[in-house]
């Protein structure tokens, strides 16, 4: 009989909403950069999936948009059509297919949206301020404003990718409320500055994220019986001036517990090493938002997992699930490996990248973004391979 090693990452677990997974590691929602060019799934992106799925407990996608004017990302799928459903069924398939159910993360880029890649170059948020500096981010633009109709269009258009989701045969969605985009927008004293239900205090800014969640509830409400999971991705605080903290996330957690959803995503830039700004202990990111879900809540979390003993130690501090990504991107068989006892690696090195199923475009940008990758240039990367 063959020995399991970090078993602490390889116990079952069955969400509220009845959605079963076979251990603790998830495939964190990652963007490729990898579609066609009219926003369908490509082959490059099914490899990609197909390649990493085997062996890990639960699969979350990237990103897709809700509306045309939600891109974020050159080379990013749609789900904002019906016409896109046979593409969203092709990603489900090869989502589900090593056995594991398949979250798709539904969004709107707000203000982060490319204006060169939305309907009349026209980027909208909560009010008119620009993006704060992030990472993939040329910054320089100046969304429009909602206006409340729009408002409530945007709310109606999450239920519709919902549904959308269903059909494809998802297990659930995923709302991106992390990362500066819309739902964060909303939230953040930083971009939202509106002096109308939707704007001013913390509990108005609450309201767009949460009509959301309702939205989506009634959608999975009214159009299927079968267990069907939504979760919410946050990302606990804004290092920027005039950003949120973590004491206002943790009253948008407790909101989003009220409305029984089925986890949070911590977005963390390390789930081992973040803290809280400005904290006084030495209290991690994750010890602090465990101490305050108490339990209500499965808490996912994703942020440099790279090696089977942060996993470990992140579940010994009472996450419920790992997300790992750069992990799978540079090992495929990361979970056989932890479950055998064997050290991923944490270098992507170029010698390996035919074994590896790598988009092309995703490659592109890891070699352009440099740092983003620990990278081990053993073999140049030719024309062919980046392209």
């Not at 974020?72 to 896109?84: I, L, M, N, T, V």
């Not at 009214?222 to 069907?228: G, I």
């Not at 465990?290 to 209500?296: P, S, Y």
């Amino acid at each position: 009989m063959s020995t399991t090693y970090y078993k602490e990452l390889f116990d079952a677990f069955t969400f509220k909403s009845g959605v079963s997974v076979r251990n603790r590691v998830a495939m964190a929602p990652m963007t490729t950069w990898a579609s066609n060019e009219d926003a369908t799934i490509s082959d490059d992106e099914e490899q990609h999936y197909r390649a990493r799925v085997n062996g890990v407990g639960l699969v979350i996608t990237g990103c897709t948009r809700v509306q045309a004017n939600g891109q974020g990302f050159p080379g990013e799928y749609a789900a904002y059509d019906d016409q896109f459903i046979p593409s969203l069924k092709r990603l489900a398939n090869a989502a589900k297919s090593g056995g594991a159910p398949a979250i798709m993360q539904i969004f709107h880029a707000g203000n982060k949206a490319v204006p060169e890649l939305v309907p009349g170059g026209v980027i909208v948020s909560a009010s008119a301020i620009e993006a704060a500096p992030q990472p993939f981010l040329q910054g320089g633009n100046i969304p429009r404003a909602l206006e409340h109709e729009e408002v409530l269009a945007v709310i109606k258009a999450f239920g519709d990718a919902t549904g959308r989701a269903i059909a494809a045969g998802f297990d659930g969605v995923e709302l991106h409320g992390a990362h500066g985009f819309l739902l964060q927008n909303f939230f953040s004293p930083y971009s939202n500055h509106r002096k109308d239900h939707w704007g001013g205090s913390l509990e108005n800014r609450m309201n767009f994220p949460l009509a959301v969640v309702q939205e989506v509830q009634r959608v999975v409400k009214a159009n299927t019986d079968r267990p069907f999971v939504v979760g919410y991705r946050i990302s606990p605080e804004e290092s920027y001036d005039g950003g949120y903290r973590i004491n206002d996330s943790y009253r948008l957690i407790d909101r989003l517990i009220d409305l029984d959803i089925d986890y949070i995503h911590a977005s963390l830039t390390s789930v081992a090493d973040a803290k809280p700004i400005g904290a006084i202990d030495d209290q991690s990111m994750v010890q602090s938002l465990v101490k305050h879900i108490a339990g209500r809540i499965p808490l996912i979390a994703a942020g440099q997992v790279k090696t089977p003993e942060v996993a470990v130690k992140a579940i010994e501090e009472g996450l419920t699930m790992v997300a790992v990504g750069q992990g799978l991107i540079i090992n495929p068989d990361w979970v056989k490996l932890a479950r055998n006892g064997q050290q991923p690696e944490t270098v992507l090195r170029t010698s390996r990248i035919d074994e590896l199923h790598i988009p092309g475009k995703l490659l592109q940008v890891i070699d352009a973004a440099k740092g983003w990758f620990m990278v081990e240039e053993d073999l140049e990367l030719n024309d062919k391979t980046v392209a």
